[in-house]
């Protein structure tokens, strides 16, 4: 399949201006994998007075059939024949559309660093796809695209010029021509294609109510056909479509009433509502960390062992915490971590707040120097008792952060868990679990030997017999000039290590283990039912 964008110059603005907003050089031919296939950009034309920029598509119709079958997915639809006899490969259709997304992700944000005086201006633009695929016909391209300020002519092309009496196909040659910004016109021509194509062949996820709203912003919401473009669109989804159309709305409002949209959107009282659920044990222990954070007056943390990228997300939700970096072993929990996050497509400047890398604890990494806090979430439960030291001083020793948060599961709450047999451990990839008594022992242990204090607290309700369903140890870096005493840490039993000599300051409190290490608050209802969060991405 195949697409031109052509630019005709002006005295004052040379048509190569084209090159600098699509954030392609018209020198070099390019060649760019997507998901369905291998996208090639090159120039045929590029003088002051006409530049032309071609994509070409050539789609992988054996990996398109393998993928699976069925509208919405990446299959071909329809009768059985239609694994062998598609139109994929050849019409424009919601597979370009994809490939724009991905090719030209830059220029649809309208940015232009090189040339930030281009940003926003508006060039004399023509648009022609050879053969398009148009459910509803050149009727429906003429009702779509003319509303945008677009002067359009949609052909219709016979099945098949030698054999007339055939009638006329659902393709179209469709040329536009406008007076149109680039990314405005490259955001429509991502929302419109897939509509005339009423066929997507790739997985509607929920988020692509989001995806229509960024694309149709600043025109979507006063578009004629915007009940069939939201409904196509989202492949006819009703709860996605319903969403879609009532955010513009709620935009708007807001925007009048200087609010935020959540407060417009207030009509259901969930605390009425709904009854009170009990709050999952993985969201208490994020939260316990987050104090601890907070305390510590932690701006630069990494989440080692990150999975996939839960706490990462949290942090990334306060100003505060200005570098995160989530560091996992698994390259498919980093991936999906980038989905859950949506780091290509959250502002820039949040973008930058966070890194997601790869790496194992099983060894000393450089990268992890100079940050405030460490968090290892679930994390040490996970590794081989023969390779925790390997850990201990890939953190404690070699990176030692001035603050370190530590959470483990409980191995005497276990007896509480109603469907967990005796003797067996939470989760299949946990190596060990400990008891307080063995987590206070090697807390202390590693507290010692790398001159930190630890402070530990519970995470969940407390058992009066067996304790909380998880456990948290607070370890802060102690100076040489540190003090070795001061003010106890209400209700939390600490332990002081300083100079390579250990003590237990005992069940009072009495010590100081440092700032951040505040965690007597863990009295909060949790569920262990819900509790396990799947972190196991430290190599052992």
Known sequence: MFLTISATGTTDRPATDLGYLLHKHPGRAQQFSTAHGTAHVFYPEADAERCTSALLLEVDSVALVRRGQGRGRAGASGSALGQYVDDRPYAASSLLAVALRSVFASAMTGQCAARPELVGRELLLRIEVPVLSARGGAGLVERLFRPLGWSVSAEVLPLDEVFPEWGDSRYVRLVLEGEVEPAAALRQLCVLLPVLDDAKRYWVAPDEAEELLRAGEGWLARHPEQRLIGGRYLARREALTRAGAARPELERLAEVDDAAVEEIDNAVDEAADTEEKPVPLAVRRREAVLDVLRTAGAARVLDLGCGQGQLVGELLKEGRFTEIVGMDVSLRALHEARRRLRLDRIPERQAQRVRLVQGSLAYTDGRLKGYDAAVLSEVVEHVDPERLPAL??????????????????????????????????????????????????????????????????????????????????????????????????????????????????????????????????????????????GRKGVAA
Not at 421 to 433: I, M, Y
Not at 491 to 497: A, M
């Open 392 to 533: 201990e001083y890939a953190v404690f020793g070699a990176a030692r952060p001035r603050t370190v948060v530590v959470t483990t599961p409980n191995a005497e709450y276990d007896v509480r868990g109603e469907s967990l047999p005796a003797g067996q451990v939470r989760h299949s990839g946990q190596r060990v679990e400990w008891t307080r008594e063995e987590f206070r022992r090697w807390a202390g242990e590693v507290a010692a030997r790398y001159r930190y204090a630890v402070a530990f607290g519970p995470v969940g309700a407390e058992d009066p017999e067996v304790g909380p369903p998880s456990q948290l140890a607070c370890f802060t870096r102690q100076d040489r000039d540190a003090a070795v005493a001061g003010e106890g840490v209400g209700g939390v039993v600490e332990e002081r290590h300083g100079g390579g000599v250990s003590g237990v300051s005992g069940a009072g409190g009495v010590g100081d283990a440092g700032p951040g290490c505040d965690v007597s608050g863990g009295g909060h209802a949790g569920d262990v039912g819900a509790g396990t969060s």
